[in-house]
């Protein structure tokens, strides 16, 4: 009798610690590819503004060279869209890249104060222009760097954003150069 209530409570014990061990691997394992999937949608809202910048600024280019018959002058930093991630997912180890995220949307504000200035205070109009593109590739490819960093961190899939001879990348350093 002794022995038949051992083996039953032994049996008990490790069928619960063996049920309590794979639903944690189970558990984790979605935690983990939902911890990725927000990952990629942040990097690809970051990747997206970057876009976003460079259409902006290339379309205050051909808006130049056109002598305003085509396009508009870039005269603020795009606004940056809010994407749904949620930073939740970040450990400690990941604090710097979560700060990095946090503060973005900062930034694109004080790039935009930045341009503001030559207009709302000193009243130039070229030099807002000037600043606008100045800024505008200047969160262009910190957006694409961050995004960068976010796919290398959580391994995602790598993207290239040159569509044909559109380089997205190029055209913000280019530009980022000029000024």
């Given at each position: 009798?002794?022995?038949?209530?051992?083996?039953i409570?032994?049996s008990?014990?490790?069928?619960?610690?063996?049920?309590?061990?794979?639903?944690?691997?189970?558990?984790?394992?979605?935690s983990?590819q939902?911890?990725?999937?927000?990952?990629?949608?942040i990097?690809v809202?970051?990747?997206?503004?970057a876009?976003?910048?460079?259409n902006?600024?290339?379309?205050?280019?051909?808006?130049?060279?056109s002598e305003?018959?085509?396009?508009?002058?870039l005269?603020?930093v795009p606004?940056?869209?809010?994407?749904?991630?949620?930073?939740?997912?970040?450990?400690?180890r990941?604090?710097s890249?979560?700060?990095?995220?946090?503060?973005?949307?900062?930034e694109?504000y004080?790039?935009?104060?930045?341009?503001?200035?030559?207009?709302?205070v000193?009243?130039?109009?070229?030099?807002?222009?000037?600043e606008?593109?100045i800024?505008?590739?200047?969160?262009?490819?910190q957006?694409?760097d961050?995004?960068?960093?976010?796919?290398?961190?959580?391994k995602?899939?790598?993207?290239?954003?040159?569509?044909?001879?559109y380089?997205?990348?190029?055209?913000?350093?280019e530009?980022?150069?000029?000024?």
């Amino acid at each position: 009798m002794n022995n038949l209530l051992t083996t039953i409570i032994t049996s008990s014990l490790v069928a619960t610690i063996t049920g309590a061990i794979i639903n944690g691997y189970i558990e984790d394992r979605k935690s983990k590819q939902s911890v990725r999937f927000e990952a990629l949608a942040i990097a690809v809202a970051l990747e997206g503004y970057a876009i976003i910048c460079a259409n902006k600024i290339s379309a205050h280019n051909t808006a130049v060279t056109s002598e305003g018959a085509a396009s508009l002058l870039l005269r603020s930093v795009p606004k940056f869209p809010q994407f749904s991630g949620v930073i939740r997912f970040f450990g400690p180890r990941k604090m710097s890249l979560a700060n990095r995220i946090m503060m973005f949307s900062q930034e694109v504000y004080q790039a935009n104060q930045s341009v503001a200035f030559w207009w709302e205070v000193v009243g130039d109009l070229e030099a807002m222009y000037q600043e606008a593109k100045i800024q505008g590739a200047k969160m262009g490819l910190q957006s694409l760097d961050l995004a960068r960093d976010i796919r290398e961190e959580f391994k995602l899939p790598h993207r290239i954003l040159i569509f044909g001879d559109y380089d997205i990348r190029q055209l913000l350093k280019e530009q980022n150069r000029m000024v």
